[in-house]
């Protein structure tokens, strides 16, 4: 399988497509004047809470006020919510990442389940779970990974540190490289 990044930039622009044998996969496109907002985290403040829709607003120094549904909201462990009000309120100060970008007239939206990418893994504070790119086909490949992050961890006393998934370009990496990976997420998120 051959694959091709191709990247085109300009002063107005940042073009990078991601072809596999010959087709086409993926096409980003970032403006120097509109830089996305997909995977910034904000600490906002919620503005006006809808329990007929479940949502709420929330502003985090945008034009618009930000959205976020109740099924993007992390209840805490062994509480039974029924309504969007059982969780937040008007004034409430909320961190949350942002998943999609403002389009016309409708704010960005959010979640409260944060994802942060490194070059090997994504960290995923609020999971427990580490997984393994299907990507990587591999199972004997797949089961050292596994291993090597929990190994990792507990090298550096993170266990709880929240899951992970491994990345396709953690195939065949080192301890060392995955060690120096982890840390890195780990002093991001503090």
Not at 14 to 27: F, H, K, P, W
Not at 91 to 104: E, F, N
Not at 142 to 166: M, N, P, S, Y
Request: glycine content about 10%; proline content about 3%; charged content about 25%.
């Amino acid at each position: 399988m051959s694959e091709e990044i191709l990247m085109n930039i300009t002063p107005m622009e940042t073009r990078v497509a991601v072809v596999e044998n010959g087709v086409l996969q993926e096409v980003h496109i970032e403006r120097t004047q509109s830089r996305g907002l997909v995977g910034n985290i904000y600490k906002g403040r919620v503005v006006r809470v809808l329990p007929g829709m479940q949502a709420a607003f929330v502003d985090i120094g945008l034009e618009r006020a930000a959205f976020i549904h109740i099924g993007e909201l992390q209840v805490p462990e062994g509480r039974q919510i029924d309504s969007i009000s059982g969780l937040l309120h008007d004034g409430q100060a909320l961190v949350v990442q942002v998943t999609k970008d403002p389009i016309g007239s409708k704010g960005a939206r959010l979640t409260t389940y944060f994802s942060m990418p490194s070059r090997y893994l994504v960290h995923m504070p609020s999971s427990g779970h580490i997984g393994v790119s299907l990507k990587i086909e591999d199972e004997s490949e797949r089961d050292r990974l596994k291993e090597l992050v929990g190994r990792c961890l507990a090298a550096e006393g993170l266990q709880h540190f929240g899951g992970f998934i491994i990345r396709t370009a953690a195939e065949g990496v080192t301890e060392d490289d995955m060690k120096a990976d982890i840390l890195y997420l780990y002093r991001l998120w503090q």
